[in-house]
């Protein structure tokens, strides 16, 4: 299979991959999130409101702005991986697009968009991408750049990547759910999303600082 005909899934083939396990789970993460944003996003407000006042980029308030804003965009995250329960067409990978660059470090990880931002490539197929951009993001401690090529596959560069060997066993599989933990839980789900759609994740390890990720 392709990996244009992989990713170009319509909305009843997409609900019709899901099982009810992971159904269940969109509902309930899409409900977490939609209660977590609102305080969230008040608390942000406020001290919006403070920091105009005192607009020290070292005060505390500053300080607490910033961790308000990156749990946001956490947030954010999380329900394009595992929302939108009650929505097959969504995320779309334009939407994901403007969530991962909210959330990742400009001066440590730079993402370059090579691939045509398809409105045809949304739900499961954007959660794998999700997901994979959350592991890369651990393996790349160092920084470095994320390049999404025209072909939808990934490539890898920078000073230091390395997956967990955990990581990798649960994204082939090779990892029972029993032994699973909050490192691996990722990994698995990502091998879950592919399964849904008739694919597997692929690595090669061309250098120690570059990695090419395809999918087949």
């Known amino acids: 299979m392709s990996i244009t005909n992989t990713l170009e899934t319509s909305p009843s083939q997409d609900t019709a991959s ?111 991408y999700v997901a994979l951009f959350m592991l890369i993001l651990e393996a790349m401690p160092r920084g470095g750049v994320i390049t999404l090529n025209q072909d939808y596959s990934l490539t890898l560069s920078g000073p230091l990547i390395k997956f967990h060997e955990a990581i990798l066993e649960a994204l082939y599989s090779r990892q029972s759910l029993e032994t699973l933990d909050s490192r691996a839980i990722v990994a698995h789900f990502a091998f879950l999303l592919a399964r849904s759609l008739g694919t597997k994740v692929h690595f090669q390890f061309d250098r120690p600082n570059l990695v090419q990720i395809f999918f087949r």
């Open 18 to 128: 899901l099982s009810q396990d992971l159904q269940l789970m969109y509902l309930m993460c899409s409900r977490f999130c939609h209660d977590m944003a609102a305080p969230l996003g008040a608390i942000s407000i406020g001290l919006e409101m403070i920091l105009e006042s005192n607009p020290e980029p070292d005060s505390p308030h500053s300080l607490l702005q910033h961790s308000v804003q990156s749990a946001l965009h956490k947030l954010e995250l999380m329900r394009c991986l595992c929302g939108f329960g009650a929505s097959p067409d969504r995320p779309t990978l334009l939407e994901v697009r403007r969530v991962i660059e909210k959330s990742v470090d400009p001066e440590k990880h730079q993402v370059v968009w090579n691939a045509a931002m398809d409105e045809r490539i949304f739900g499961n197929s954007v959660r794998l």
